[in-house]
């Protein structure tokens, strides 16, 4: 399915764009369990542990929906979304790690940066290829 010249692109027509994006959002949804699990795990009252394990990952959805995701409320420069990404994320390969799943918790953040990297990458426009007609943006 082609799309128009500065429109946006067909999912078809990246499947590895598209297949990033799946990967991300499976792992925004996996480091919030794992912000809950770990929330669960610490907290020693039957309380704090609700209030933990019931916060981080609240908090964590509060963060993402103002600054770092697709339709964020605000919209920051990259560097903001970044360090937002890596906070949630990143925190949630820390909590795996911390309730005692060594392994997966750097696994996790390995491919946490990993994903990141390429999704910032495809987000970025194609260069134009050698020989064609560069176009003037529109007024």
Do not use: Q
């Amino acid at each position: 399915m082609p799309t128009r010249p500065g429109g946006p692109v067909a999912v078809d027509a990246r499947p590895w764009y598209a297949a990033n994006e799946l990967l991300a959002f499976l792992l925004e949804l996996a480091a919030l369990s794992c912000l809950g699990w770990w929330g669960f795990t610490v907290g020693g009252t039957p309380a704090t542990a609700a209030l933990l394990g019931l916060g981080l990952p609240l908090a964590a959805v509060v963060l993402w929906a103002l600054f770092a995701a697709p339709r964020a409320r605000l919209r920051p420069r990259l560097p903001v979304v970044l360090v937002v990404k890596a906070v949630v994320l990143g925190g949630g390969a820390a909590a795996l790690y911390g309730v005692g799943h060594h392994l997966a918790g750097a696994a996790g953040a390995v491919v946490v940066i990993a994903n990141t990297t390429l999704a910032e990458s495809f987000r970025r426009p194609p260069a134009a290829a050698p020989g064609s007609p560069r176009r003037r943006p529109a007024a």
